[in-house]
């Protein structure tokens, strides 16, 4: 919610916020977002898919405990837990970009 307007009322403030809207409905409904822009966006939005969205953080972020737990000595003796794990970091699930963590 953005702020605005603020009163003061015999030393007490008084504040009206905005309607609550999301980052994307804030660039949507403003005047300075190209056109060019607002369509790339109503694409991109058209296609998320929030269930998947949750599925892929929540994999990612198992990744992420498993190399923290690996890095902190807390790994089981397995061959697995030797080898190299990848963690994959991307806006979209199609263009993903290998950020390797070596487990040592």
């Not at 403003?30 to 599925?55: C, F, G, H, M, W």
Request: charged share 35%.
């Amino acid at each position: 919610m953005r702020l605005e307007s603020k009163e003061r009322h015999r030393g007490h403030i008084s504040r009206k916020y905005q309607k609550a809207k999301t980052p994307y409905r804030w660039l949507m409904d403003s005047d300075k977002t190209a056109d060019d822009v607002k369509q790339k966006l109503e694409r991109i939005y058209a296609k998320l898919n929030p269930a998947e969205l949750k599925r892929t953080i929540d994999l990612k972020l198992r990744k992420l405990a498993k190399a923290y737990q690996a890095k902190q000595g807390y790994r089981e003796e397995n061959e697995k837990e030797n080898q190299l794990l990848k963690v994959t970091f991307s806006v979209y699930p199609t263009t993903p970009v290998k950020c390797p963590v070596l487990i040592t």
